[in-house]
């Protein structure tokens, strides 16, 4: 006889307002209880139990047991980190218990609380939204408007490495959460990109000193960094892992060493942009400010202000002695483009505008004649899955893990002996 086939829950359509003239005692109670329905709602939805939605947020089991049941309303912080759990924005929760949002509908036809948009707003969240319901949100938000949607066969890859990575930390009882705080303040302008750029430099132990080698310097802070081919015309993604507070960033296998190590900072960026502001979709003309911000960020990051004014100095060079052989061979040093390394030169007031328009001219002309690729003596390639190669060595020791570790380290590409 056929199974019967599991009804998957159902999230009730917004209620009406809470009605006006109740008693303030009645109305933070109806809040707390419509609160505590909506998170259930929502945790149902995504297939969680309660001891699982403890685990991604944080929160121990009686305290969601206790929102849930709506025993009073749960402060803004303890509910930010339900929603960031369940992959909702807390306004929409919000305005969901309360009445005042009308539910939309996803593809197999059952309501959605409005915070489930953050899932579904564009195709592509839609394609990561397993990992989302792990408590591991895409944090790369405006290139969904300018980049092509990954293949089905990428995202079930980036998602498998990411989980197969997380298996190898449980399986070695390694420590997951970042070592640096991955949430910091800032103004959203270029000074603020400077000062969060420094800052983080400085969290990482770098100062203005160079080293190309990021990758380790980012894993050894639990920035865990992934190489994988991800198709054409994507060069990278990144996700924020809510249950440890750390994060992935996801490199393409197929760009220059200075490309990823350009995506790597500006991925960085989009970390701290999501941690500042949340998964609330914005408006396009705030999209656009959150990119250029992104790209400030990881020019600050890749060339800080010291080292870049260090390097002039020392060669003597003013705003119209930098020619473009010299970029070439300066901007080598610090792992950049030289495009990206012309500009800083003029943001930092080291290069004239003519000057720049000579560069500028020089370095298209190259693209154009040599297919895209940078000019001047090419870097070496990033080293590769160093944390994750030394995750899969110690998680063979463990008992009853070897068949388990041997698949993992086969589907990364690593040799089984």
């Not at 929102?67 to 929409?92: H, M």
């Not at 489930?116 to 944090?139: K, N, Y």
């Not at 198709?231 to 393409?252: C, H, K, N, P, Q």
Request: net charge positive.
């Amino acid at each position: 006889m056929p199974r019967a086939r599991k009804q998957q829950p159902r999230l009730k359509r917004s209620p009406a307002p809470i009605p006006e003239g109740l008693p303030e005692e009645r109305v933070e109670e109806e809040e707390a209880r419509r609160i505590g329905e909506a998170v259930r709602a929502l945790r149902e939805r995504r297939g969680l139990q309660q001891v699982e939605l403890s685990a991604l947020s944080g929160l121990s089991a009686p305290q969601v047991s206790a929102i849930e049941r709506g025993r009073r309303p749960p402060s803004l912080r303890t509910l930010r980190r339900v929603c960031e759990a369940l992959g909702a924005s807390v306004d929409d929760l919000l305005r969901a218990a309360v009445g005042r949002a009308a539910p939309v509908s996803d593809e197999a036809g059952g309501a959605l609380l409005p915070g489930m948009q953050e899932l579904f707003r564009s195709p592509e969240d839609a394609l990561f939204a397993p990992l989302a319901a792990r408590g591991i949100v895409r944090t790369t938000r405006a290139d969904s408007l300018v980049s092509p949607l990954p293949s089905q066969e990428t995202v079930e890859a980036v998602e498998r490495r990411i989980l197969d990575y997380r298996r190898l930390e449980s399986l070695c009882g390694a420590f997951a959460g970042a070592s640096i705080p991955l949430s910091l303040p800032f103004p959203l302008d270029a000074e603020g990109a400077e000062q969060l750029a420094d800052r983080v430099r400085k969290l990482l132990g770098l100062g203005d000193s160079i080293v190309l080698d990021y990758v380790s310097v980012l894993e050894a802070h639990g920035v865990r960094v992934l190489f994988l081919p991800l198709g054409r015309g994507i060069e990278s993604l990144s996700f924020y892992d809510a249950r440890s507070a750390s994060a992935f960033v996801v490199l393409s296998e197929e760009t220059t060493t200075e490309k990823q190590l350009f995506r790597m900072a500006l991925e960085l960026a989009w970390i701290y942009l999501y941690t500042r502001g949340g998964a609330t979709a914005p408006v396009p003309e705030a999209a656009e400010a959150n990119r250029r911000f992104a790209k400030l960020f990881a020019a600050c990051f890749l060339l800080p202000r010291g080292a870049v004014l260090a390097a002039a100095a020392s060669l003597g060079a003013g705003r119209g002695d930098w020619s473009y052989p010299l970029v070439l061979r300066v901007k080598r040093r610090f792992g950049t483009s030289a495009e990206a390394f012309a500009y800083r030169l003029l943001e930092l007031g080291l290069l004239s505008d003519a000057a720049l328009t000579g560069i500028l001219g020089a370095i298209k002309s190259h693209y154009a004649s040599h297919q895209n690729r940078e000019p001047g003596e090419a870097l070496p390639p990033l080293a590769r899955n160093g944390r994750l190669g030394d995750l899969v060595e110690r998680a063979r020791t463990v008992p009853g893990a070897h068949d388990e570790v041997l698949a993992i380290a086969r589907r990364a590409g690593m040799s089984p002996d």
